[in-house]
């Protein structure tokens, strides 16, 4: 992990420190200490340690455990080579909705983002490359002004930069709280990658456990590749909201990353492993397509 990483996790820790939560930094500190998950697929229980050094995958059945943005972007990116971008963009309270400015508050603190989404800049295997990541600690990776605003910059500076884009999509959808204006950053975030898309860029979309509502309806359905994670939810309406609105009991699963690669939605399902080294040779055999136009 580089430097930049690195001080980002000790910013964490002392922000855990100073609400008594130093669970994680005694295992860094404690070889010792035995701290647990257990898995939600399986139950198993895997030492946070173990969890880590396998990328938060269980070693008994597979199952892909959620995981925040700086570590995924740490997976990705060659080291030494992240630079973030908007760091400190954030969005308002445009409808002074009761106790939204304390809840945004506190998940700053608790999560030490300032917003659902990291951008940035980097390289894949010594590629350059614009990427963004949404992290579901953060009001369910929801959609805000904030995050359509850095989706869209992003885009821009790919486009500008002659960048192939790579977005990590995890989110409940857009956020009710910022009301049409959340809505509206589904228009804005496509119309961004349209004009990147007409540029000759390439995107690829990676969909990663859940994706659903506003951002499966806008950015993260449009990559020229589309990429996700085994059993990933990837829908717009939850399944109860669909049988009420349809009257049909819905097929098994159909929400499922499995599913929709069968039925085409899905290019390929990869495993969190083999995620770096799939986008590293697309990057390889798209060279030129990322190659923008003037």
Do not use: W
Request: charged share 25%; aromatic share 6%; net charge positive.
């Amino acid at each position: 992990m580089n430097h930049l990483f690195r001080a980002r996790r000790e910013h964490l820790d002392q922000l855990r420190e100073r609400r008594g939560l130093r669970e994680k930094a005694d295992i860094r500190r404690r070889p010792e200490a035995a701290v647990f998950q257990q898995c939600p697929a399986c139950g198993t229980m895997v030492s946070e340690r173990d969890l880590a050094r396998a990328l938060y995958v269980c070693p008994r059945c597979g199952h892909h455990h959620k995981i925040s943005a700086y570590p995924r972007l740490s997976m990705l990116l060659d080291p030494n080579t992240f630079q973030e971008l908007d760091e400190t963009l954030t969005g308002g309270d445009p409808l002074d909705f009761p106790g939204y400015p304390d809840k945004l508050s506190g998940l700053r603190e608790k999560t030490g983002l300032t917003e659902a989404a990291v951008t940035a800049r980097g390289k894949i295997n010594g590629r350059p490359v614009a990427v963004a990541v949404l992290d579901s600690r953060f009001l369910m990776g929801s959609m805000g002004v904030a995050v359509g605003e850095k989706i869209a910059r992003l885009a821009e500076l790919a486009r500008k930069q002659r960048l192939p884009l790579i977005i990590c999509s995890a989110s409940g959808g857009a956020r009710m709280q910022e009301g049409i204006l959340s809505l509206m950053q589904m228009a804005k975030t496509s119309a961004a990658l349209e004009r990147f898309s007409a540029a000759g860029g390439l995107y690829i979309s990676v969909l990663t456990h859940p994706t659903t509502g506003g951002v499966t309806a806008s950015f993260a359905s449009l990559g020229d590749i589309t990429l996700a994670e085994p059993g990933a939810l990837i829908g717009f309406a939850g399944p109860r909201v669909i049988e009420q609105t349809i009257g049909q009991k819905l097929p098994e699963g159909f929400q499922s990353a499995e599913y929709l690669e069968e039925h085409g939605f899905v290019d390929q399902i990869v495993p969190r492993a083999q995620l770096r080294e799939t986008i590293s040779r697309l990057l390889v055999l798209h060279e030129k397509g990322g190659r923008l136009r003037d």
